[in-house]
């Protein structure tokens, strides 16, 4: 699935997880769906590495922290 291109943030591709952590369900940081790792959209921050079950989850998580100076 291709990364989607949004303007509020600067979507980039981390290194891959490890096999093992493939299998751990991830919560969405925007809604807290339960996602499978292998589906999930990530953004890598400063500090952290966030989770989304969709685009959709991804783009509003964006615009919000960007509106709010994150």
Known sequence: MATPKN???NIGNGKAPEAAALG?????D????EIP???????????Y???FCG?????TWCKAT???GK
């Open 49 to 51: 590495i966030y989770h």
């Open 24 to 28: 751990t369900p991830l919560a969405c």
């Open 37 to 47: 790792a292998t589906a999930a959209f990530n953004f890598e921050g400063a500090d």
């Open 7 to 9: 303007p509020d943030c």
């Open 66 to 68: 960007n509106a709010h």
């Open 30 to 33: 925007q809604c807290h769906a």
């Open 55 to 59: 685009p959709m989850c991804l783009d």
